[in-house]
């Protein structure tokens, strides 16, 4: 932590950083990501039809699992790193579903794939 408050005061100076301190914190979430292969983004959805969610999750030295949510609300736990979840059919309008990988406390680590859906 103090280390990461050092490196804030620094940057704010414009002051030089060393690499080596930069790339420390760079790397926390380097080894994590998190992506949903379908639907796409911008994708139109039937409101007569559940939603497959597509997914591959690689929660990194910082994560364990990860969450799926709708509209900012939790949809589900998904503990498999690849695999699909099935959403029972959405309400029409624009909604935003997020895969964010989590710690094992369930909070998230700041790693995370979000995209927009329109069902009609």
């Given at each position: ?43 139109k959805l039937s409101r ?16 364990d699992h990860s969450h ?6 939790q949809a589900a736990v ?43």
């Amino acid at each position: 932590m103090c280390k990461l408050k050092l490196l804030a005061v620094l940057l704010a100076f414009g002051c030089y950083v060393p690499l080596a301190l930069a790339d420390e914190y760079a790397s926390l979430a380097d080894d994590a990501s998190a992506a949903i292969s379908s639907p796409v983004d911008g994708a139109k959805l039937s409101r007569t039809e559940q939603t497959k969610i597509d997914y591959e999750v690689m929660p990194g030295s910082k994560g364990d699992h990860s969450h799926l949510y709708v509209d900012d609300k939790q949809a589900a736990v998904l503990r498999p790193l690849k695999g699909s979840h099935t959403l029972a059919s959405l309400a029409p309008g624009k909604h935003e579903i997020c895969i964010k990988v989590v710690n094992k406390g369930h909070t998230p680590i700041g790693v995370q794939q979000c995209i927009k859906v329109s069902v009609e």
